[in-house]
Nanobody
Framework: QVQLVESGGGLVQAGGSLRLSCAAS????????MGWYRQAPGKRRELVAT???????NYADFVKGRFTISRENPKNTVDLQMNTLKPTDTAVYYC??????????WGHGTQVTVSS
């Protein structure tokens, strides 16, 4: 069982930056894929970025070039550096883990609000 806790959300002006961090209660070294999702009010939860245990990353088109995902297995953390933020990035951001084929571990989320 792995528990995920996000931190780093907040209010920022458009064009600004935030760094989200996800701390896992257990070891993530054996979890193949870690990722970040987000959900805006009235919208479906959407995948933002993923990173494999080998460091391979993948990003949604709407964040490419602006967000960077990273993981430190010894520290059991996964971070999301978000630059050039837009009001459309406003959402609750969730950390998630996929040890197999399904995203089974989820954090409670952290709110990111980008003002125009």
């Amino acid at each position: 069982q792995v528990q995920l806790v996000e931190s780093g959300g907040g209010l920022v002006q458009a064009g600004g930056s935030l760094r989200l961090s996800c701390a896992a209660s257990g070891s993530i070294s054996s979890i193949d894929v870690m990722g970040w999702y987000r959900q805006a009010p009235g919208k479906r939860r959407e995948l933002v970025a993923t990173i494999t245990s080998g460091g391979y990353t993948n990003y949604a088109d709407f964040v490419k070039g602006r967000f960077t995902i990273s993981r430190e297995n010894p520290k059991n953390t996964v971070d999301l550096q978000m630059n050039t933020l837009k009001p459309t990035d406003t959402a609750v951001y969730y950390c998630a883990a996929k040890p197999g084929l399904v995203w089974i571990y989820w954090g409670h989320g952290t709110q990111v609000t980008v003002s125009s």
